[in-house]
């Protein structure tokens, strides 16, 4: 059976990533007394990166196993839907299953009764959602780190190794973002642009395109992605666009959030990472990457729109039909309540302060408690605050800096042997396979970027321009990719988004790197 041939494949994955478990107890417990993964390398004078890397290997095996189970996982990711195809299906037999064994809630005598549910369709399922694929990882990375070393090791590295301030930032930031006063607002603003096209769906699809990710400068990229790809969902993909189209749309968002974010130098991650360390302050990051970052944002969206010009001018008549049906059949579209402007300042009020304190856990957190009292007490003028999808989103922004803390080993000296244009080039492949923010705390880390203006920016642009290839490469990604996924009837597939990124990414590379430094 296929589903026996695929949980083959990840069991094999999962075999693949502890080759080396023989050697457990090869590391003295003194090496464990400091973080796992903060190793300090006897590199051999001017050996090649080979002799570096098979040298670090030797000195430390555990270094091949956190790589080798990083890279699982994100092969797991191209799976995805493969997992959720199995667990549909695994699902619709049990259903068949317990209606005819009379295992449903309505069959059962009993108060309260509920329906029997398929452990495997929900393993399956499990499996398949892209949030949780860095979290299952971490489970034979707990392992083999343990028999490795020791679980102080372990506590160790958890505690003291990884820093978790963004994914719960991320949680907190997009709970406030999709808030129904910060998102009517929102509206409000993008409605204004929308208005010079008629506010058709090409009209709105422009300005969110455009406007949302530079607004990500000011409240943050994933408070940026929350919005927009709320503010797409309502105006754009309800009206069923090709699929083409929503592809080409999912990649060009996330190009340009991972780039709209640096126009200043606190809101993109893999900006601040290095901002205080290499002394890049507000007017540093308008000349050398606001005003690019603007430019290649909108010949990005320009060029897309000619390309998909007959998909959107498609919408524009499908939008314009249904409001003529709407018309006729004397359908009442009902307007939402209106919003009071004090609540909607409150809730401005709460964003900027968590954006405010994005260094300080304990304030933000603090501010968000206070923050949900206050969505009690104002709740006829509220959604439903959803929690879930941020959890989701930090969860796998949580796994995904764990895993990600294992990779510097290879990834130091990699970034210090390559030159200006070399470093730009696989800024941009190395972030389509790890966050763009480590890549950039790595290199900040490497003694030659210290005072090479030149190697800083190069590696920062790449950074930002392949932020969007990959739902790994920037972390508001996976907050866009968990609102916009129910548009996607299969889900979102990683080779699609991948393609789909692949122009905006070339323009933007072109606009940051031919444009004076």
């Known amino acids: 059976m296929s589903y026996r041939r695929t949980l083959g494949f990840l069991i094999l994955l999962f075999a693949c990533c502890m080759p080396l478990l023989g050697l457990a107890g090869g590391v003295s417990s003194a090496d464990s007394a400091g973080v796992v993964g903060s190793s300090v390398y006897d590199d051999p004078e001017g050996g090649s990166l080979l002799e570096i890397i098979l040298g670090r290997i030797s000195q430390d095996p555990f270094n091949l196993v956190a790589t080798l189970i990083f890279f699982a996982a994100v092969i797991h990711t191209f799976f995805t839907a493969r997992f959720n195809a199995l667990a549909h299906h695994f699902e619709q037999v049990h259903r068949e299953a317990i209606l005819k064994s009379g295992r449903t809630a309505d069959q059962k005598p009993y108060i309260d009764a509920k329906d029997d549910v398929s452990f495997r369709a929900t393993l399956f399922h499990f499996l398949g959602e892209v949030e949780a694929i860095f979290g299952i990882w971490c489970i034979p990375l707990v392992i083999s780190m343990a028999l490795f070393y020791d679980w102080g090791a372990v506590v160790s590295y958890f505690s003291s190794g990884v820093n978790y301030t963004e994914p719960v930032f991320v949680v907190i930031i997009m709970a406030i973002a999709s808030t129904r006063p910060v998102l009517f607002f929102a509206e409000q603003c993008l409605s204004k642009v929308a ?17 949302a990710p530079i ?15 709320l503010l797409l969902g309502r105006q754009f993909y309800k009206l069923e666009p090709s699929n083409r189209l929503r592809y080409a ?10 780039v709209g974010g640096t126009l200043t130098h606190f809101a993109a991650p893999p900006v601040l990472m290095v901002a205080s360390t290499w002394g890049w302050d507000l007017f540093y990051m308008l000349q050398h990457f606001g005003w690019k970052a603007c430019i290649g944002i909108f010949i990005s969206t320009c060029a897309y729109a000619i390309i998909f010009r007959k998909d959107l001018i498609e919408l524009n008549t499908r939008a314009r039909k249904i409001e003529e049906d ?22 401005l009020g709460f964003l900027a302060w968590t954006v405010f304190t994005l260094h300080q856990p304990p304030l933000f957190i603090g501010g968000f408690l206070f923050f949900m009292a206050f969505i009690k007490a104002t709740a006829h003028h509220q959604y439903d605050l959803k929690i879930t999808k941020p959890l989701l989103v930090g969860f796998f922004l949580a796994g995904l800096v764990t895993h990600g803390g ?18 730009f080039i696989g800024s941009i492949v190395l972030t389509a396979f790890n966050d763009n923010a480590a890549i950039t705390y790595l290199a900040s880390l490497v003694p030659a970027f210290d005072s090479n203006v030149v190697l800083q920016q190069a590696v920062v642009y790449g950074a930002v321009v392949g932020g969007g290839l990959t739902v790994i490469a920037n972390a508001p990604n996976p907050a866009g990719q968990s609102i916009l996924s129910q548009y996607f009837k299969k889900g979102i597939s990683p080779m699609g988004l991948l393609v789909s990124a692949l122009c905006p990414t070339v323009i933007m590379a072109l606009c940051f790197y031919f444009s004076p430094y």
């Open 215 to 229: 607004l990500g400068s000011f409240i943050t990229e994933p408070a940026a992605m929350t919005i927009a790809a």
């Open 406 to 423: 294992m990779q510097a080993w290879w990834l130091d000296p990699v970034l210090s042997r390559l030159g200006e244009t070399p470093l």
């Open 326 to 347: 709407r018309a006729k059949l004397g359908t009442v579209v009902l307007s939402e309540e209106p919003i009071p402007h004090w609540v909607t300042v409150v809730h």
């Open 195 to 211: 208005f010079l096209g008629g506010h058709s769906p090409l009209a709105w699809w422009f300005a969110i395109l455009c406007i």
């Open 249 to 258: 749309t999912l990649g060009l968002l996330f190009v340009n959030i991972s």
